[in-house]
């Protein structure tokens, strides 16, 4: 099934905002382009924080952060968070510097950016938004549980062992777990971005579906698959060619990348701002 993106619905989205995006028309893409420079320009107050050579704020002490911390030391949420927001930041930056100061619009590479800033600013959000600090702990964990099972492939791809074998690594986390009264193997079950991206857009306005649609469409678009050729990106049939994909006329589409970059900045918001909630901090 074609979905065009005129048929896409955003729960929480007015009647405005459909008139004014869904349905623009091609004279109207140097505005969209425009609005999503302004959406892109967020980023400042963010790039200033991650500066390496700026002061670099911890969570204040007696804070949520400070002690989820300790609970789930060395493992600290807040590192994990602060890195992928950091993560969701450069993407963005670099994004901005293409559109912006290259004045390049690729017709497929910007929506890998948009995608791996979503995918960063939802872990964030996912890691940070439980109020219960046990879920929040269970959450650090699995995610650590990831990264480790991610570089125990590697160190098998290079033929290399670590200090630590992958079953004590893990047998730490279910202790951790085990300290706090959480289930050990729920400690290191897997999750994926799907889990992630939707558990964060859940926590948004509107719900999660813009935020998954988003992201599948970002994905289909980085992973080359047609239906996304056909539905996202702007296509013209060359006259009098045959048919199929090879010969049409493909172009960037503006439409959908202001969506792109729309929701993976108001994720990226919202990451800030939870962290500076959890760490006790006034939000930027």
């Known amino acids: 099934m074609i979905v065009r993106a005129a048929d896409l619905r955003f729960p929480g989205a007015t009647a405005g905002f459909y008139r004014r995006y869904m349905t623009a028309s091609a004279t109207e893409e140097q505005q ?6 302004l959406h892109l320009d967020k980023i400042e107050p963010w790039l200033k924080r991650m500066d390496p050579e700026g002061p670099r704020a911890r969570p204040q002490e007696r804070s949520d952060l ?17 890195h992928a927001l950091s993560h969701a930041v450069d993407h963005l930056h670099c994004l901005r510097t293409l559109l912006k100061d290259a004045h390049v619009m690729h017709m ?21 938004s439980p109020d219960d ?14 990264d480790i ?29 085990k300290r706090r ?24 306005p509107g719900g999660n579906k813009p935020y998954l649609l988003t992201w599948k469409m970002c994905s289909a678009i980085a992973h080359g698959d047609f239906w996304a050729t056909l539905n996202v990106v702007s296509r013209t049939e060359l006259p009098g060619a ?7 006329r493909i172009t960037a589409n503006a439409k959908s990348l202001f969506f792109a970059v729309f929701f993976a900045v108001a994720m990226t918001t919202a990451g800030w701002h939870l962290y500076d909630q959890r760490s006790g901090r006034r939000a930027h």
């Open 133 to 146: 600090r046990a879920a929040r702990i269970l959450r650090r964990l699995r995610f650590t549980a990831l």
């Open 66 to 82: 400070s002690r989820d911390d300790k609970e789930v030391h060395p493992h600290q949420l807040s590192q994990a968070a602060w």
């Open 32 to 37: 969209l382009f425009a609005e999503m420079l």
């Open 149 to 177: 099972r991610g570089g125990e492939a590697m160190q098998k791809l290079l033929g290399v062992t670590g200090p630590r074998t992958e079953a004590e690594r893990l047998d730490q986390l279910k202790a951790i777990a």
């Open 242 to 248: 045959p048919a199929g994909v090879a010969h049409m």
């Open 108 to 128: 497929y590479a910007p929506y890998s950016l948009a995608r791996a800033a979503l995918e960063n600013a939802s872990a964030a959000v996912w890691l940070l």
């Open 181 to 204: 009264g959480i289930d050990e193997s729920a400690a290191i079950k897997h999750v994926g971005y799907a889990e992630i991206v939707k558990a964060a857009g859940d926590t948004m």
